[in-house]
Structures are given as structure tokens and as C-alpha cells.
């Protein structure tokens, strides 16, 4: 298993680990329930090196990357970014990504940790007939997001973020900018991508660091975030807040078997683009018989994935993630179920009991903003 | 975590306090710790017949659902509500206020192949 470079950190702060997507994770530092609410009430910090990033240019960057995935990239103007899906031949889901547009005419591309070498594979596949240079700079970035509420204000707690950080405020979601973090000592000298983007539902940043600076970073984060807060917090809370927030999880949400349009991403595809991969497939192929949707239980059992979803006796089908949700105190979960089923009455199979659910829209969390 | 020296272990992770015939069954810390959060618990009722080796009842947090083994044949005398009322009494307390149910044994010797502390814990790693 790969070690991310603040596992050290991570072991001095009493986590548990988990294996995810090939790495050695935090799990939870202390309590699941207590992070997630952290992070819905103050700020919550996130270990995320595991996720893959490759960084794209050349002179033809923008065309192999509108050819390469499922949107327009070429649309995203410097310092923004956009979610991305990276789509089979087949027109499956080989990952959701997020293109930043960094520098001029370079990009970064993240992708989950568990699909890194499918990404890889792709995008070099993808790239034979343009003029484009693809780094894979998984292992020389560390990234740490920053969640909650007061993580604008924990960021400008920070006197050593220097330059950059004025208009913070004021950035928008889904754009990044540089800064520099310069120590009070001068040894520290480095300049961190700061986006503001997340999965969690809340308001947050994640920060893109030389691996040689991540412990430096983290540590400083910690330090200037727990008078407002700031916790670590693990993937067991990541996994309850993205879901609370309706987010998709590769895997489950997610896969080489699922239609955009079941997934409700169509809107992430443009069609009107010359040539993509994917494009043919989608085009020629039927629409979707399933549907991504959102349900509610009463109680505190939770449906879970790959639990069948039931319409009377009969199967209409199956939970793709759920939980008992922490901030709303109800089960929640989504599941794709079948077209002409969505609107009928639900149960979800729990291990031989019925549980009676209905059917809500997503998210189920939304912020107060 | 080391496990108390007063109890018997399963290698399933639940801790067996003798009185008699009568088995109190509940969970170990370490199983406590690896589940999460402990957020429902689902209990067999009072009177119900249960059999070694089988699942009778679920432990779930945040993050998984975990399956109550019981490690000897008997009859559910009694259930700890309080424990299902506030299920993260199983994080805090799981020797003492955290413990599932008691059991009457029918074959109490069914039991003697359980761990000690010492083999527990070295089950565990600990």
C-alpha cells in the first residue's frame, strides 16, 4: 500500500487507517460522527494526496483534452475549473474528474486514486495524434482540503500566506489561485494552487502543495484552525458528507456500466463537439432504463449499497450508497432505480426487512449560504 | 484496548461474562473501535432461542453493519435497552454499560473453547 507523506502525521494525531484506491488512509482521527459535524459546523481538514493528478500542455492541450473528455475544457477559463467526465468507447464512466485551468494554456487534471492507472491508460491512448505532454504528478503534489464554514476565515488566520490571499473573499467557487506561503523564518518559501472546490457540501478550498511542503502546510493549517474549529478529520466523514451532499462516489454512483443520463450528468457531455470519445456510443445508444434518485427512511436503520430496492415483491432496483445521516438524523441514500418505478412506492430490502421509503430530491444537505 | 482478564473471548469479537448459566455477551473494544461510531443496534428479543455460531443480531455505524455472533446455545433472558436507546454507549462503555444480552445457556460447556485475555489479545494484535 502506498503512504501518502503526512501518514506520519496522521499516526501522531491517533488515526486508524483504512486501504483505499491502493493507499493507506485515515480512516478517522477520533470519532466519525464528531469530524463530520466539524465539518458541518466549523472546519474539518482532509488528507486527499491520494487522488491522481496529471498535469496537461503542449500546444494542442485544449483540443486533446475536449476530444479526451466528455465536456468542453477548452471553455475553462485560467484559474477555473470544471467537473469532468472521463467516458469509455462504450460510453461508460471510466472517472469524474476536475479540470483546473492553472496556468496559462496548462491544466490539471484530478482523478480518483482507485482509477489512476484507467486515467493514465486513457489519456495516454487518447493523446496519440495531438501535440500535448501529460506528467503524471501524482506522487510530487500533496493535496489538502480545507471544509466548513469558517474555512475562508481559517485561511486568512494564516500570517504566512502572503501574496494571493487578498482577494480570497471574493474567489468564486470552482476557480483556484496561487499563493504564497512564506514562514515567518524565511525557511518555508513555496507556492501552494489554492482552489476553491470540495466534497463535502460545504464551503472550503483544496490546496495543492509540494510534497516537500505538505507536513509544513498541514501542520500550520492545524495550528491556526483550531482556535476556529479545525479538525482532522478522515474518510469515513468525507464519505458521509459527500453523500449528504448528493455527491457521486466512483464505484457506487459511478462506473463503466453507467450511463451519464442515469447518473443525471448528462448535462456534463457536449454533444455538439466535433469528436469525443464516447460520443458515437452515447448517440447511438438507448436511453437509460434506471435512474439516480434520492430516498428517505424514517428510524435508524440505513439502506446500504447494493441492498435491492423493492417495489412490492417486486425488484426495481438497488442502493448505490447510504447512511444514516449524521447531520439530519434520518436514513438517507441514494439508488438507481427503474424509470417507471421512481414515483411508486419503495421499500429497500434490509437483510430480510422491509423498510418503507420515499423518494426526496438530491441533495439531501444543501448549505445555508 | 487491552481486553479486561475477568471475561472470555470469541475470535468473532464479543467478550462472555459468566453468573451461573446465565452468559452476559457484548462486544470488544477493538470491535467497537474498527466499526466507528456505533449508530443502531438490532437486538434478538427476550425469549428468543438462539444457536452457536449464528447471527443474531447487527451492530451498525456510521460506516458498516457488523454482525452479533453468539458463541453458545441458549435463551435471551434479557436485552440492555439502554444500550439500544444510545447505541455509542457501545464506543464508550463496551465492558460495562455497553454490553447486548444475557444469555441461559443450554450447554455451558460449549463455552470452554473460548480465548482468555492473553489469547485475545494476542487474536488482536494487541
Do not use: C
Not at chain 1, 471553455?75 to 469532468?84: D, F, G, P, R, V
Not at chain 1, 438517507?332 to 430490502?349: E, F, G, K, S
Not at chain 2, 473494544?29 to 438490532?42: E, K, P, R, T
Request: no cysteine.
Amino acid at each position: 500500500m502506498k503512504r501518502t507523506v503526512l501518514f506520519e502525521e496522521h499516526q501522531e494525531l491517533g488515526a486508524s487507517f483504512v486501504e483505499f484506491g491502493g493507499w493507506e488512509m485515515p480512516v478517522r482521527y477520533t470519532s466519525d460522527l464528531a469530524e463530520h459535524h466539524s465539518v458541518r459546523k466549523a472546519a474539518g481538514l482532509f488528507d486527499i494526496s491520494h487522488m491522481a493528478e496529471f498535469e496537461i500542455y503542449g500546444p494542442e492541450a485544449t483540443e486533446f483534452l475536449d476530444y479526451a473528455v466528455g465536456g468542453k475544457p477548452s471553455t475553462i477559463a485560467e484559474n477555473k475549473a470544471k467537473y469532468q467526465l472521463l467516458l469509455s468507447e462504450e460510453g461508460g464512466i471510466v472517472d469524474d474528474l476536475i479540470i483546473y485551468h492553472w496556468k496559462p494554456g496548462r491544466y490539471i487534471l484530478v482523478a480518483n486514486a482507485g482509477n489512476h492507472d484507467a486515467v493514465a491508460e486513457a489519456l495516454k491512448a487518447r493523446s496519440a495524434n495531438f501535440q500535448v505532454t501529460i506528467d503524471d504528478i501524482t506522487d510530487a503534489y500533496s493535496l489538502i482540503a480545507l471544509q466548513g464554514p469558517r474555512s475562508l476565515e481559517i485561511l486568512q488566520n494564516i500570517p504566512s500566506l502572503i501574496e494571493g490571499i487578498e482577494g480570497v473573499a471574493e474567489m468564486k467557487y470552482y476557480s483556484g489561485t496561487f499563493m504564497r506561503f512564506k514562514s515567518a523564518n524565511g525557511r518555508v518559501d513555496v507556492e501552494l494552487f489554492v482552489a476553491r472546490t470540495g466534497y463535502t457540501g460545504e464551503d472550503g478550498f483544496e490546496i495543492y502543495v509540494p510534497n516537500d511542503f505538505a507536513t509544513f502546510i498541514w501542520r500550520a493549517l492545524l495550528a491556526h484552525g483550531e482556535e476556529l474549529g479545525l479538525n482532522p478529520a478522515g474518510l469515513a466523514a468525507r464519505d458521509t458528507l459527500r453523500l449528504e451532499a448528493g455527491m457521486p462516489l466512483y464505484g457506487h454512483e459511478l462506473g463503466l456500466d453507467i450511463h451519464p443520463a442515469a447518473v443525471n450528468l448528462e448535462r456534463t457531455v457536449a454533444f455538439d463537439k466535433a469528436d469525443f470519445v464516447g460520443k458515437a456510443a452515447l448517440q447511438a445508444s438507448a436511453a437509460p432504463t434506471r435512474k439516480l434518485i434520492g430516498l428517505r427512511a424514517e428510524g435508524k436503520r440505513a439502506p446500504r449499497a447494493g441492498y435491492p430496492v423493492m417495489h412490492g415483491e417486486k425488484v426495481v432496483g438497488e442502493v448505490t450508497s447510504g447512511v444514516l445521516s449524521p447531520t439530519l438524523g434520518y436514513p438517507i441514500a441514494m439508488a438507481l432505480i427503474d424509470i417507471d418505478a421512481i414515483d411508486a412506492d419503495l421499500t429497500v430490502d434490509i437483510r430480510g426487512t422491509a423498510l418503507e421509503v420515499s423518494r426526496v430530491e438530491l441533495p439531501f444537505y444543501k448549505r445555508q449560504k | 484496548m487491552s481486553a479486561p482478564s475477568n471475561l472470555k473471548y470469541s475470535t468473532d469479537h464479543e467478550w462472555v461474562l459468566f453468573d451461573g448459566d446465565v452468559a452476559t455477551i457484548g462486544i470488544t473494544q477493538f470491535a467497537a473501535d474498527q466499526l466507528g461510531d456505533i449508530v443502531y443496534l438490532d437486538l434478538p428479543k427476550v425469549g428468543t432461542m438462539i444457536k452457536a455460531g449464528t447471527i443474531v443480531g447487527e451492530i451498525e455505524s456510521t460506516k458498516s453493519v457488523g454482525e452479533l455472533y453468539t458463541p453458545a446455545d441458549g435463551e435471551v433472558v434479557e436485552l440492555n435497552q439502554d444500550a439500544v436507546d444510545a447505541p455509542d454507549t457501545l464506543n464508550s462503555d463496551p465492558y460495562e454499560a455497553g454490553w447486548l444480552i444475557k444469555v441461559k445457556l443450554s450447554d455451558p460447556s460449549q463455552l470452554d473453547s473460548l480465548l482468555d485475555e492473553a489469547s485475545y489479545n494476542a487474536h488482536i494484535g494487541a
